[in-house]
């Protein structure tokens, strides 16, 4: 039997009356708050490390000291205090590092050095001493490279350069940089006048 027209008002009525009552409860619940991120904490932390790495030939190749390191187990990386680095060469002086602070990743090949970083190498039979300044600079031992897109000083001898916008150096027996931004430079003469310059191009080169 069909429904007369009270019988289907009635039940339009109350469709209607579901639906109003479930848009309410919808439009007055609260959204839920947003996840909280979960604070990073390192899963050990140990104090005074000396850790050195030998090559294939069971010769020193590098070796990293820290006054604190934090270890994280979601990544494997770690944050250091006090951060030393030493890169053995083949033939001469090792390369020293150090800074503030620093990072190094799980497999120990990137080495990122932060605030008052410096990177030296005493004077070798054919060269005067190298000192290298920034605010930060990311080292990769293994590959004797390191970089930064901070300003950079760069000293040799009497010789020095700086460059705005960072610069890349190769630390192999004939070191190389690259360097970014306005670049400053003296260099002496052989006949033992200097020149003071300055350049704006946006890269250069020094062997």
């Known amino acids: 039997m069909m429904p007369g027209r009270r019988e289907l008002a009635l039940a339009v009525l109350l469709a209607l009356v579901g639906a109003g009552a479930w848009w309410l409860q919808r439009a007055s619940t ?14 050990y932390i140990v ?14 190749d590098r070796r990293l000291i820290a006054s604190e390191v934090r270890h994280y187990a979601d990544d494997g990386s770690a944050e250091l205090t006090e951060p030393r680095l030493i890169v053995y060469a083949d033939d001469g002086p090792p390369w020293r590092a150090r800074a503030d602070t620093g990072w190094v990743n799980a497999a120990g090949d990137e ?12 004077a070798t039979a054919t060269g005067p001493p190298l000192l290298l300044r920034s605010s930060e600079m990311l080292i990769l031992p293994e590959t ?8 950079a000083e ?34 002496r003469f052989v006949d033992g006048a200097a020149s003071a310059a300055s350049a704006a191009e946006p890269a250069g080169a020094a062997p």
């Open 154 to 187: 760069l000293d040799s001898g009497e010789d020095w350069l700086t460059a705005q916008q960072g610069m890349r150096v190769w630390f192999g027996d004939a070191m190389r940089a690259k360097l970014f931004g306005r670049v400053r430079a003296r260099e």
């Open 111 to 122: 080495i990122l050095l932060e605030e008052n970083v410096r990177i030296e190498r005493a």
């Open 47 to 60: 104090d005074r490390v000396d850790a050195l790495v030998m090559d294939e030939r069971g010769r020193p």
């Open 30 to 43: 609260p959204p839920a708050p947003p996840p909280v991120a979960k604070e990073r904490r390192p899963d």
């Open 144 to 151: 004797d490279y390191a970089e930064t897109a901070r300003f």
